[in-house]
């Protein structure tokens, strides 16, 4: 079974997305919808400690450096076992009452409804984003970034004129396919003699160059891999970079990011990412860093606005 369910997690992986962030959570969480079709277990002693290993196994087979995870980790996937962990058994705890087979119902019900989420929650995003545009707005970003993507082609597309500096992104150069896709966005009426030139002005900056380039930002734009307990985020490496010299020249930093991205862990300081991600205690292999909430101004998600505490509380309370 745990091939099957392995498969089925290949399956929605979006190769097509080129850094592998884009479908994750749907992957996964169709992943699970599946195990819990399969799983035969009589008891939910049984049924949980299955749901433990199926995640384990999907986790262990697309470690950090997987090619359909390219150099990102798999925190992500991580965090969206973890979700969907809480969720199921939230749910059982509710129907202890309840046969096995009603319980399993109940719960592919619940896969579904992830699934759901995790195909609209950009959208959400989007959609609760439009009130910060405004026109000939300066943004710096780090690297790729699905998200940010699909904000910047959002504002493009709605007529907003935009300047967008983007890191390289090292060590991978992410930075160079984003900017290559906010190149490719076309703004609307690009064919009129009517319309006035519209779109985004790209340019690429190396990673250390950020406080350089600072005072000419109105906000800094960010995804993240996954949201901690506290409200911080983990990310590529070089957010937290970003973000301290944000603060430094009082720069607003935004964070747009799923909430099936929460990951129930409280790092104090870098090195306990690697508890979360045991390839990360190699040096060579520090692919993400952690940026505390002090250093977040907004976090923008598919259940709205608020502040990085906000946002902590909110999914701590959804999922107790």
């Known amino acids: 079974m745990e091939e099957k369910i392995l498969e089925q997690f290949y399956l929605h992986f979006d190769e097509g997305d080129i850094y592998g962030d884009n479908n994750i959570s749907y992957a996964a969480s169709k992943a699970l919808e599946e195990f819990v079709i399969m799983n035969e277990d009589k008891t939910i002693q049984g049924f949980i400690e299955s749901l433990k290993n199926i995640q384990a ?10 090619k359909l995870l390219k150099n990102r980790t798999n925190l992500t996937l991580r965090a969206v076992c973890n979700f969907c962990y809480h969720i199921f058994t939230k749910e059982i705890a ?37 009130k910060i545009w405004r026109d000939d707005m300066v943004i710096l970003t780090h690297g790729y970034s699905s998200i940010v993507l699909k904000l910047i082609t959002s504002a493009i597309e709605n007529g907003y004129n935009l300047t967008v500096y983007v890191t390289e992104g090292r060590p991978d150069n992410t930075g160079e396919v984003m900017v290559k896709a906010c ?3 076309k703004p609307p009426g690009e064919d009129s003699s009517v319309s006035p030139k519209l779109g985004v002005d790209v340019k690429i900056i190396l990673d250390s160059s950020v406080a350089s380039i600072m005072s000419k930002v109105d906000y800094v734009f960010l995804g993240a891999e996954a949201i901690v307990e506290n409200g911080g985020i983990i990310n590529k490496i070089g957010t937290f970079t970003m973000a301290l010299c944000a603060k430094a020249h009082k720069k607003k930093v935004y964070v747009f990011t799923e909430s099936l991205k929460f990951l129930n862990t409280f790092p104090l300081d870098q090195s306990d990412i690697s508890s979360v991600v045991p390839e990360m205690e190699d040096f060579d292999n520090l692919f993400s860093d952690y940026t505390p909430p002090e250093y977040i101004n907004t976090l923008i998600t598919d259940l ?17």
Not at 104 to 128: F, G, N, R, V
Not at 304 to 315: K, N, Q
């Open 94 to 130: 509710k129907r202890m009452d309840q046969t096995m087979d009603e319980i399993k119902e109940a719960l592919k019900k619940k896969a579904q409804d992830l699934c759901s989420l995790a195909e609209i929650a950009k959208q959400k995003i989007i959609k609760y984003s439009k």
């Open 57 to 66: 196994y999907i986790i262990e087979n697309s470690t950090s450096g997987h």
């Open 304 to 320: 709205g606005i608020s502040t990085p505490y906000g946002v902590s509380d909110e999914l701590i309370q959804f999922l107790i």
């Open 183 to 185: 190149q490719n966005i």
